[in-house]
């Protein structure tokens, strides 16, 4: 069986710290842990995409085209993978000194225009990730309001909306985040927890 190793969009589902102090993984850790040993003993991925996942898949390409044409410089979109002995991860769009990851918002509701922080922590720690497997010290979360595709749309709840026509500055919402090898010491050390905790699970079953 493989060793196991966390993916860069998934760190955040392990950096959860537990509830009591006795404890060393939280209740959502060893949920993830105990979902990717079932993984490797059955060899069936398990299936967690949704409306908001699925938008961000179709229309990454399109998103990542209208940030070019803003920026005029030419983004392409990377396809390599990397990995080390802890992470692996493809990051949307690798710079000179910078890596960029393209967030399509379901709405305008949804869409951050109004945030200071960056609102999700997962990805905070999937760009330390990203950073720390390319060697980049910088990096960008930048949110972009697209429009969605009709098919995902639900009839009775979504309201079909163009944003064609509006100014950049009501799509677009960028978050700088700056290398942290703190953070990326704590998430070599979760993933070494990870593995005892899985290793403890194989135990079990064999008995």
Same mark, same amino acid.
């Given at each position: ?55 961000? $898949?179709?229309?990454? /390409?399109?998103? #990542? ?5 803003? &920026? ?6 990377? @396809? +390599? ?11 949307? $769009?690798?710079?000179? /000194?910078?890596? #960029? ?5 379901? &709405? ?6 109004? @945030? +200071? ?33 009709? @098919? ?56």
């Amino acid at each position: 069986m493989k060793q196991f190793k966390i993916r860069a969009s998934a760190v955040g589902q392990i950096m959860s710290d537990p509830r009591a102090k006795k404890d060393k993984l939280s209740a959502t850790t060893m949920t993830y842990c105990q979902e990717w040993l079932k993984e490797q003993i059955y060899g069936v991925k398990k299936f967690n995409s949704n409306k908001y996942t699925e938008k961000g $898949i179709q229309m990454e /390409d399109k998103a #990542i085209e209208y940030l070019s044409k803003l &920026n005029s410089d030419f983004y392409i979109k990377n @396809e +390599e993978s990397f990995e080390n002995d802890f992470l692996t991860g493809t990051p949307d $769009i690798i710079l000179n /000194d910078t890596i #960029i990851d393209v967030k399509c918002s379901w &709405n305008m509701w949804t869409h951050p225009l109004f @945030e +200071e922080e960056l609102p999700t922590k997962d990805y905070y720690y999937q760009l330390q990730a990203y950073m720390h497997l390319t060697g980049k010290k910088k990096a960008k979360v930048v949110y972009c309001l697209m429009d969605t595709p009709d @098919e995902l749309l639900n009839p009775w709840s979504d309201v079909p909306y163009s944003y064609e026509g509006l100014d950049s500055k009501y799509r677009i919402k960028t978050f700088d985040i700056e290398y942290d090898e703190e953070v990326i010491l704590k998430i070599e050390n979760r993933v070494l927890e990870c593995r005892e905790y899985i290793n403890e699970l194989n135990e079990k079953l064999d008995k």
